[in-house]
C-alpha cells in the first residue's frame, strides 16, 4: 500500500462524506444543487470503492474515518455556513458511506 494510495483514499473518502453532509444538511440550496451533490456523491463512490476493494486500504479507511470526518465536516461548515451539521460522524462505517441507502428514497433509482 502506497502513500499515493492513502491520500486518493483520505481525499475521495472526504469529499465523498462533504458532499453527503451537505445533501443531507443544507436545505435551503438543495432546490439548487442536488442533482450536482447527487452526481458527485456517486462519482466519489465509485471512485473510492476501487481502492476500497483492497483489505488493506479498507482499514486505513476504517482507522481514519473520524479524522477525515472532522475534515470534511470543516469545509461543508465552511462552504454552507451551516453550524448544526454533527460534530460525531453520523455514518458508522465506509461500507454504509458507500451504501445507496443515504439517498433518499426516490432518488436512490436513478444510482
Known sequence: MGRSEKRAVVSFLK???K????YHYWQTERQWSDQDWLEEISNFRF??????????LKNYAE???NTI???ARKEAI???NI???PVNCPYSTSNQILMMILFP???AKFY
Do not use: G, V
Open 19 to 22: 458532499h453527503l453532509l451537505l
Open 105 to 107: 428514497q426516490k432518488k
Open 63 to 65: 482507522q481514519e474515518l
Open 47 to 56: 471512485e473510492l470503492s476501487q481502492y476500497l476493494d483492497s483489505k488493506t
Open 15 to 17: 469529499q465523498l462524506i
Open 69 to 71: 470526518y472532522t475534515r
Open 78 to 80: 465552511l462552504k454552507s
Open 83 to 85: 453550524a448544526h451539521i
